[in-house]
């Protein structure tokens, strides 16, 4: 198993992808640290504490997941090549199972996304004499990097499972972009339906606002608000948009339904592993 992890982060290092990947990363943590900057030296009143531009390494204004939109062509490029430049046939040759294969490719995605993380991190810290202080204690800022890195394991073995079912890069980086995207807007647009009051001001004929409160019909109910609260705390993207937007209220259960989503995505993609047909 350990000689398949090192080759495979070999290889990463050997693939141009990684590279772009770095460099947008990069380029992204460069870009919130010089806002932060620029408000800084523009005597704007910093409205925000230290956490929220660390936790944009998770999602961008609580909206777009930007590291998922760089792992999921970086991982789909990456693990696509071992079917189409006959890496995994040559690793089959010398007598590595199936099953070390698979594993080595989820732990090689997992370290991808961490090294992604931890290089925004590092370069957004830069900012902390511009913003100043957390809002949050720090501990809370770490124990939200740490459900964001399990989301981003479960994401990577997400990925890991599509590209062992589809075995083409091509479409495996489609098909994950097309998912990517889909559960954005879902989670996006639960999250604004739990944020609705349960009673809003009643408006007259003329469109006037009048005293008495009516029900508001968009509002959830018990038990379709617990499916929906469920929901975004089982699917790695909605928590890291959750987590970007400091609205975790079940925090505990998030970390163990990202394990539950890594070990249950990699039970599938490895027993579908076993059975593929390698041309």
Known sequence: MRNVFSANLYRLRKTRAFYIALTVMAGYAVFISGLCWYKHWSGEAMLFGMEEPLL???????TVPFTAFILAPLLSVYLGTE???????????????RAEIYIANLLTCIFAAVLLVVLYLAVVLTALPAVGEFHI??????????????????YASVVNMLSALLGSKT?????????LVLTMFMTVYIADRLEMPEFVNAYDDAGQILEEVV????????????????????LP????????RLDVPYFSRMPLLSVLVTV??????LGCFQKKNLK
């Open 264 to 269: 249950c995505t990699s039970g599938i993609g």
């Open 137 to 154: 204690s720090v501990r809370q800022v770490l124990l939200l990097a740490g459900t964001g890195l399990l989301a981003f394991a479960a």
């Open 215 to 234: 029900p508001n019909r968009y509002y959830l109910q018990p038990k379709a608000r617990a499916v929906c609260e469920f929901v975004l705390d089982l």
């Open 237 to 244: 993207t909605a928590q890291c948009i959750r987590i970007s």
């Open 171 to 179: 479409n495996t980086a489609l098909v994950t972009l097309l998912l």
């Open 56 to 62: 944009f390494a998770f999602c961008t204004g609580g």
């Open 83 to 97: 079917f189409s430049c006959g890496t995994l046939r040559s690793k089959l040759s010398v007598g590595r199972t």
